[in-house]
DNA sequence: CGGACAAGCTGA
DNA sequence: CAGCTTGTCCGG
């Protein structure tokens, strides 16, 4: 607000002193009590304003509904804010003090009650999920109802079917379309779709309007959206305006980009969820490799094992455990072939994929090539002090044997990562393009071959073939959804690549040709890897059967004390400065978060860690 | 968050 | 004891 005028285009600095308090007396008759909850950081209470009796004669009074944007004095100073009820009674003894402006219109009571069940969740402000809620820009009224053509009639009996129970699960192959459905939605009345990614958002919503379906793509169209049709989105669309729900549809459910990075971390499709059930319509979660949570939120329909089988690539396995881990450098032998065939295939250029974020702290066994792990968590062991290898989950060390075969020399795998696209150049005879955030759109364009981390595969449409050069690093990575992670990786290569009909071909570099979610792929059978997970999870305590919080910076240690180990509850930790809290579900895990009164200082809780 | 006010510290 | 810093409280 610094510097900018106000409606009246005065400046805050040269403007007139706040009114005085009025009293809400029978000096003030008819002044309808509203009340406010500001968008102030460290303040999630709401206070009560009157609505200027002036304001009701020049109809800006209309503006002022529950969801609306508003300005307010509070502590002597302008804050913005939002109506949160309105017509209430203030409580005794308390001078009201006026609204000093009203913006515009901003979210419905059920998306602000779902706001403050979703602060709750995530042990969040309920402010900080109105922000998402409200519109980008001012909006006075809501353009009228879109004409209500009727929707086009689909062939696909599956995507009517979807819609059965309350909540299903619908595992689409990575090349499925998912149009159909969305079209089955929209049948049945307004239908809230949320997607990952604002390109996946915006080629849908052409493929969308194509059809007639009146569509409104979040942030943008927020009062089109309000005022019924297709609301479709990225996550930011869970909280977005829709008339009357009649079903609800996540796409890639699994996708971690459905997850607010910053505190509160909600996720879109834990919030839909909830929504749906309130609406009391439908919702479908889709995904190719459905998450734990959402084959716990319902029934999952899987297709027939031939049309899934043909919408995944081809994987190509090329295992790595009896090369020479000495000479051997990023490029196996057995790439070399596909890789001199680069430029045969004319379905776009080959993508090499190398996660060089963090340090690579993989060991294999100088005699056998095996992976150090932990049989039972796992994951790679790393070296603690000479000659004893440590769990990263549980902290237990063992003698530095390699399990397989006994050996006991062992080697770090870290590659020298600036080597690699030289060498892949040497090997293709072509230039190599190395990608990354900066990297030209043009120069990706007209590369045949391209190496990158994972990133790369946002920087192109289509590739002939995928090639993760050390697919272990992501399999085996410190973090309880590695695995998952992994899989979405291969799921977007997928996409580049096209379904093996097409002749798509994925290849992964591994020490571990049996793990699963390669095994899943192989087989294009994603159940495969949830099978493995749920049992690592269970047995581990780990979501979806518990729910975790990450409980961190200064003030974290004097949080945790606060909490104590109230019924049902442990606390974890620390480890680097974190404590991790487990209840048995997200409600308890809320729950006991809120019972503390949170102590000054830094403090941040991220529910469900992404990185735990 | 940021203003108000109270309690504690310093220096002539 | 004025003048300043630091801490705590609270906002309609």
Redo the contacts with the bound molecule.
Sequence with gaps: MTGRADDQGRLPFIEAPAEA?VEASDEQPGGRVV??LPD????D??????VPVAWEEDGRADLVRPGSQVR??????R?GGWVVDVDVE??DG?????LAHVGGLGPSPEVIDLARWAAHRWAGRTANLLTTASPPNRVRVLPPPSSTEPVPKGPDRWAEGAFASPVSVLRLPPNADPLPLVLAGARRGDTLVVAPTLDAVGRLAVRLRRTGVPVSVLPREWAQAASGGVVLGARAAALAPVRDLAAAIVLDEHDESLREERAPTWNARDLVLERARRAGAPCVLVSPCPSLEALAAGPETTPSRAVEREGWPVLDILDRRDEDPVRGGLLGERLVPVLRSVGAGVGGPVVCVLNRRGRSRLLACDGCGELARCEEHRVPLVQAEEGALDCPVDGVRRPMVCDACGGLRFRNLRAGVARVREELEALTARPVCEVDAETPAAEVAAADVLVGTEAVLHRVDRASQVVFLDVDQELLAPRMRAAEQAMALLVRAARLVGPRSRGGRLVVQTRQPGHEALQAVLHADPGRLVEAEAARRRLLGLPPYAALAQVSGAAAAEFVDRLGAPEGVDVLGPRDGAWLVRAGGPEALADALASVERP?GRLRIEVDPARA
């Design positions: 308090p009340r406010v102030v950081a460290a303040i209470r709401t206070f009560d304003y009157l307010v004095v509070l502590g002597g100073r804050v203030p409580p308390v001078p009201l003090r006026p000054a």
